[in-house]
């Protein structure tokens, strides 16, 4: 039963890595597996949820939908790499501060989808945030503080604009 | 109604941002299925029918190291029996893994166990189930009805427990004042937790002790029920729930998948761990508020409720849920049905029936929100039938003279019904939108408001529990806690939360009594090896009943602290104050609570006579409980065309009582509205005639994203209720119990002009169109 293992070279957090895969194995495996970076959660392994999406070569991705080997020579970027050290990104300590998270396991999901958002060069309004942020579930907090903690850091960090509605 | 505290606190009232989330923001939580990484993964194979005879287990070849386990080899291990003393209930034993015969979908049948999780997941596909179907019965009507299929040989009605209640005056009240009467159906709900359920057990060859890691929220009772059904001693089980990624009610319970993991752990002396994928949660973990209630409110001509008759079924599915039974949900009906409405005479006939269906348990709310939903729409729709203003019958008909008691015997304290609902008319400014409504429907739009008045039975003890006659009457809590000789507090204690903040709440409610920062306290929880016996995080009781007795432990410790700065000081106990991580008295002379705590550690000589060797206290709470209140508000644009409601705007006024961290208040009750928004409008399970699950995935239920749920405004009142030592009520479940009705009356209220009026949640929008066209077609 021992299968053929397939050799993955890839950038995570600006560390180059390697990891040896069955062909199978999901990149969210191997992520969690293979190189013990268990902030990436799985909660429906079907695409749906969002709360395994990380960055891939700058787009948002569901690490449960796209297999090991098809990152190879890929950037990658996690929740383990948006802190400095011991500074938290703006959007972590906004999430903090404004209690975006209660259980914490969407948030990994919901932050690499927001950070991602929050580097494009379109400006965030509450319809955008809303549009692109409700392809993520969360189960506890009912989203307001998450939308005031993502509204936070985009106004903290100069990408804000005031919806043509308001 | 009583006002703010007048003494000024340091620590209770504020918004301290929660200790929990530095981790969490960093992806540096521990949840379980992070723990299992690298262990022997166990996979389930489960029944694909919902009822049937086994006539055999056919295994494939099986590589070294794999082992696949059948309800033959586990012969020796007790099955799960929740038992109740009263309510005719039946008692009925759910097996680990079944030998002969199966009842739901879902069951798991076999457990396979392979080095990874890809070997094991393709053994189990090669495992073939022979079972011959029987005849199952699904529907909750069908089954409660004659001739039904049995689903258990000792239960021939299929009815595991009924309750009966009937004041002497009701029949009297009903013959003389105008009958109102609905029908109620809610569907079948998941509590979908975005974490699955899960566990990793470890076999310690030097203690011969095992340890299970497991996404739970009662870590002692699991514990016990585990090592009952297993005949182990308990003391040889150590159960951990690390960080657990929500519950909301479906973690309670022991599942035998939990049992079969340290079963296995202990006889092959090896460490396993089963992570449960989403299907596997949807369709076998379990389901909630597949309930059918008939209501007949008597009204007199000035719109006050007399009496309510009610008839109530609740589908428990399979098997009686451990350790609350199946009793949880039918009974809670029962007994808490008048919600914060006086009824005089109360008539109540409540049956819980099993079907061949995954196995009911509770789910934030429990039946209330299936009550609130039937009580709110009976106001409603008697005000319409009475010419009485819908908030204008509410307020002839809400308990507004404390305390209350109930014609089931329950006691209401200090609450205020009356005025959330007068705030929020007013925050929501109704004549305003009446003017709104009236112009959108000008324009053929549909604008729609609803509201919801609830209270909330919060923080009960052992007394609530034992009236329903449970076996086993969780109900207090204990908080063991010390200050270390380095100066930092330790607070061990048996609730377990999972999302609620708790370390953050009772770490402000230990600092305002002992004067220390909150960085410098820990609460430990939800380790059995480390804490005390205790019931762990439902019932929106921990802040309430750990709180209360993290209240009373630490003003125990804050006395040991006094006089021993007393001591040290020289001076007077009664005037020493600890403030800022100092004993300090009168005159200027202080001393730091890290040298007290060196002191009585490392010097114990002189202050050893006045109060022994250590800063070691403890206190257990057992409330009788309280009521938390609220009235919600939804504002909905229903599409005629399409069936489909949006929600402009959601308005909840709350009164918890004292307020310890107002943030997490907030985030307590937005997440129960969005939960409660969920089963209003959009999540249900479905099953087929024969027992089939249809909705095995998110793409079929639906939980609702930031695009259905709207912002939540949250306004509050406090009343301090003298029911509990700290003054709060509990809030976890009200949000999810007032939603459905907010929503659900705003769509009829919407809907007017049709002459729609709902009474199955969720409304669809297939629902909503259904009813919509019936309107129309019936009207002349
Ligand atoms: S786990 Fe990948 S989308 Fe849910
Ligand atoms: S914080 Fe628990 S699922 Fe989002």
């Given at each position: 039963?021992?299968?053929?293992?397939?050799?993955?070279?890839?950038?995570?957090?600006?560390?180059?890595?390697?990891?040896?895969?069955?062909?199978?194995?999901?990149?969210?495996?191997?992520?969690?597996?293979?190189?013990?970076?268990?902030?990436?959660?799985?909660?429906?392994?079907?695409?749906?949820?969002?709360?395994?999406?990380?960055?891939?070569?700058?787009?948002?991705?569901?690490?449960?939908?796209?297999?090991?080997?098809?990152?190879?020579?890929?950037?990658?970027?996690?929740?383990?790499?948006?802190?400095?050290?011991?500074?938290?990104?703006?959007?972590?300590?906004?999430?903090?501060?404004k209690h975006?998270?209660?259980?914490?396991?969407?948030?990994?999901?919901?932050?690499?989808?927001?950070?991602?958002?929050?580097?494009?060069?379109?400006?965030?309004t509450e319809e955008?945030l809303r549009h692109?942020?409700s392809?993520?579930?969360?189960?506890?907090t009912g989203y307001t503080n998450i939308v005031r903690?993502?509204t936070?850091?985009?106004?903290?960090?100069?990408?804000?604009a005031e919806s043509a509605a308001a | 109604m009583a006002g703010l505290?007048?003494?000024?606190?340091?620590?209770?009232?504020?918004n301290?941002?929660?200790?929990?989330?530095?981790?969490?923001?960093?992806?540096?939580?521990?949840?379980?299925?992070?723990?299992?990484?690298?262990?022997?993964?166990?996979?389930?194979?489960?029944?694909?029918?919902?009822?049937?005879?086994?006539?055999?287990?056919?295994?494939?070849?099986?590589?070294?190291?794999?082992?696949?386990?059948?309800?033959?080899?586990?012969?020796?291990?007790?099955?799960?029996?929740?038992?109740?003393?009263?309510?005719?209930?039946?008692?009925?034993?759910?097996?680990?893994?079944?030998?002969?015969?199966?009842?739901?979908?879902?069951?798991?049948?076999?457990?396979?166990?392979?080095?990874?999780?890809?070997?094991?997941?393709?053994?189990?596909?090669?495992?073939?189930?022979?079972?011959?179907?029987?005849?199952?019965?699904?529907?909750?009507?069908?089954?409660?009805?004659?001739?039904?299929?049995?689903?258990?040989?000792?239960?021939?009605?299929?009815?595991?427990?009924?309750?009966?209640?009937?004041?002497?005056?009701?029949?009297?009240?009903?013959?003389?004042s105008t009958i109102v009467e609905i029908d109620v159906r809610s569907?079948?709900?998941?509590?979908?937790?975005?974490?699955?359920?899960?566990?990793?057990?470890?076999?310690?060859?030097?203690?011969?002790?095992?340890?299970?890691?497991?996404?739970?929220?009662?870590?002692?009772?699991?514990?016990?029920?585990?090592?009952?059904?297993?005949?182990?001693?308990?003391?040889?089980?150590?159960?951990?729930?690390?960080?657990?990624?929500?519950?909301?009610?479906?973690?309670?319970?022991?599942?035998?998948?939990?049992?079969?993991?340290?079963?296995?752990?202990?006889?092959?002396?090896?460490?396993?761990?089963?992570?449960?994928?989403?299907?596997?949660?949807?369709?076998?973990?379990?389901?909630?508020?597949?309930?059918?209630h008939?209501v007949r409110g008597a009204f007199d001509g000035q719109g006050v409720m007399r009496g309510l008759?009610?008839?109530?079924?609740?589908?428990?599915?399979?098997?009686?849920?451990?350790?609350?039974?199946?009793?949880?949900?039918?009974?809670?009906?029962?007994?808490e049905y008048a919600g914060p409405y006086k009824v005089a005479?109360?008539?109540?006939?409540?049956?819980?029936?099993?079907?061949?269906?995954?196995?009911?348990?509770?789910?934030r709310g429990?039946?209330r929100p299936v009550v609130s939903f039937a009580l709110e729409r009976l106001m409603e729709v008697a005000a319409k039938r009475l010419n009485i203003d819908p908030i204008e019958i509410r307020r002839r008909n809400l308990v507004t003279v404390f305390?209350h008691?109930t014609?089931?015997?329950?006691?209401l304290d200090e609450a205020s019904y009356l005025e959330t609902m007068e705030k929020a008319v007013e925050v929501a400014d109704l004549p305003g939108f009446r003017a709104r409504q009236q112009a959108a429907r000008e324009q053929g739009r549909y604008l729609g408001i609803g509201f919801s008045v609830i209270n909330e039975r919060t923080?009960?003890?052992?007394?609530?529990?034992?009236?329903?006659?449970?076996?086993?009457?969780?109900?207090?809590?204990?908080?063991?806690?010390?200050?270390?000789?380095?100066?930092?507090?330790?607070?061990?204690?048996?609730?377990?939360?999972?999302?609620?903040?708790?370390?953050?709440?009772?770490?402000?409610?230990?600092?305002?009594?002992?004067?220390?920062?909150?960085?410098?306290?820990?609460?430990?929880?939800?380790?059995?090896?480390?804490?005390?016996?205790?019931?762990?995080?439902?019932?929106?009781?921990?802040?309430?009943?750990?709180?209360?007795?993290?209240?009373?432990?630490?003003?125990?410790?804050?006395?040991?602290?006094?006089?021993?700065?007393?001591?040290?000081?020289?001076?007077?106990?009664?005037?020493?104050?600890?403030?800022?991580?100092?004993?300090?008295?009168?005159?200027?002379?202080?001393?730091?609570?890290?040298?007290?705590?060196?002191?009585?550690?490392?010097?114990?000589?002189?202050?050893?006579?006045?109060?022994?060797?250590?800063?070691?206290?403890?206190?257990?709470?057992?409330?009788?409980?309280?009521f938390s209140n609220a009235c919600h508000v939804a504002v909905v644009e229903v599409d005629a065309e399409t069936g489909n409601t949006r929600i402009l705007r959601y308005i909840v006024v709350e009164d918890a009582g004292r307020l310890?961290?107002p943030m997490?208040v907030d985030g307590q009750v937005q997440g129960g509205v969005a939960q409660g928004i969920g089963n209003a409008l959009l999540e249900?399970?479905?099953?087929?005639?024969?027992?089939?699950?249809?909705?095995?995935?998110?793409?079929?239920?639906?939980?609702p994203t930031m695009a259905e749920v709207p912002d939540i405004e949250v306004h509050h009142l406090a009343t301090l209720t003298?029911?509990?030592?700290?003054?709060?009520k509990?809030v976890?479940e009200g949000g999810s119990i007032a939603a459905p009705a907010a929503v659900i009356n705003a769509i009829c209220d919407a809907l007017q002009p049709f002459g729609v009026q709902l009474f199955e949640m969720p409304a669809t929008p297939q629902r909503v169109r259904a009813a919509i066209r019936a309107a129309q077609?019936t009207s002349p």
């Open positions: 039963m021992s299968e053929p293992k397939v050799t993955v070279c890839c950038t995570v957090n600006g560390q180059k890595v390697e990891a040896d895969v069955v062909p199978r194995m999901s990149l969210a495996d191997m992520l969690r597996e293979e190189l013990h970076l268990t902030g990436t959660h799985l909660g429906c392994e079907h695409g749906v949820c969002g709360a395994c999406t990380i960055i891939v070569n700058g787009a948002p991705v569901r690490s449960c939908l796209m297999f090991g080997i098809q990152a190879e020579g890929a950037e990658i970027r996690t929740v383990e790499g948006l802190a400095d050290g011991d500074t938290l990104s703006p959007l972590q300590r906004a999430f903090w501060e975006g998270l209660q259980c914490g396991f969407c948030t990994p999901g919901f932050l690499m989808l927001a950070t991602w958002m929050l580097e494009q060069p379109e400006p965030v955008r692109v942020l392809s993520n579930l969360c189960r506890c903690a993502v936070a850091a985009a106004k903290e960090m100069g990408k804000w | 505290p007048d003494e000024p606190m340091n620590w209770i009232g504020r301290i941002p929660r200790l929990e989330d530095p981790a969490l923001v960093r992806g540096e939580g521990r949840f379980v299925a992070d723990i299992a990484v690298g262990s022997r993964a166990v996979v389930f194979v489960r029944s694909p029918v919902a009822a049937g005879v086994i006539r055999g287990i056919e295994k494939p070849d099986l590589p070294r190291g794999v082992l696949v386990i059948t309800g033959g080899d586990v012969a020796a291990l007790k099955p799960i029996v929740p038992r109740l003393g009263r309510f005719n209930y039946v008692a009925i034993e759910q097996p680990i893994l079944p030998r002969d015969r199966v009842h739901y979908v879902g069951q798991p049948v076999v457990a396979v166990v392979a080095p990874t999780q890809r070997e094991a997941e393709d053994i189990a596909d090669a495992v073939f189930l022979d079972i011959e179907p029987e005849q199952a019965v699904v529907d909750l009507d069908s089954a409660a009805g004659p001739g039904a299929p049995v689903v258990h040989p000792m239960a021939p009605t299929n009815t595991i427990v009924e309750g009966r209640i009937r004041t002497p005056g009701l029949d009297a009240v009903l013959a003389e569907r079948r709900q998941n509590a979908s937790p975005m974490e699955t359920r899960g566990g990793a057990a470890s076999f310690d060859k030097a203690s011969g002790r095992v340890s299970l890691h497991a996404s739970v929220q009662m870590p002692h009772m699991l514990r016990t029920g585990i090592a009952d059904c297993i005949g182990m001693p308990e003391a040889d089980l150590r159960v951990v729930a690390p960080d657990v990624g929500g519950g909301f009610g479906q973690k309670m319970s022991l599942f035998p998948e939990y049992v079969l993991l340290v079963w296995l752990a202990r006889k092959y002396r090896t460490e396993v761990a089963w992570i449960e994928d989403r299907r596997e949660n949807l369709i076998a973990s379990a389901h909630s508020r597949d309930q059918h008939i008759d009610v008839e109530i079924l609740a589908n428990i599915g399979a098997f009686s849920c451990y350790p609350t039974t199946c009793g949880v949900e039918p009974l809670m009906a029962l007994a005479e109360y008539g109540t006939h409540a049956r819980g029936i099993t079907t061949n269906t995954a196995v009911m348990a509770p789910y429990v039946s305390p008691r014609p089931t015997n329950m006691v923080g009960y003890g052992t007394p609530a529990f034992a009236a329903r006659s449970m076996e086993i009457t969780p109900g207090y809590e204990r908080v063991e806690i010390c200050m270390t000789p380095s100066g930092e507090v330790e607070a061990r204690i048996g609730a377990s939360p999972h999302g609620q903040g708790l370390r953050t709440t009772l770490a402000q409610i230990i600092a305002e009594e002992v004067g220390v920062d909150v960085q410098r306290i820990r609460i430990i929880h939800g380790d059995t090896d480390r804490t005390p016996y205790g019931w762990g995080t439902f019932a929106s009781r921990s802040l309430v009943i750990a709180g209360g007795a993290s209240k009373l432990a630490a003003g125990k410790l804050a006395q040991k602290l006094k006089r021993a700065a007393a001591v040290l000081l020289q001076g007077e106990e009664s005037q020493v104050r600890l403030e800022a991580g100092m004993a300090l008295i009168p005159g200027g002379a202080s001393i730091s609570l890290d040298t007290i705590a060196r002191t009585v550690y490392h010097s114990a000589g002189p202050i050893s006579e006045k109060i022994g060797y250590d800063l070691n206290e403890a206190a257990t709470y057992d409330p009788e409980g309280t310890i961290n997490i249900e399970i479905i099953y087929d005639a024969d027992g089939n699950i249809l909705t095995g995935s998110f793409a079929d239920f639906i939980p003298g029911a509990t030592v700290l003054q709060a509990g976890g077609e």
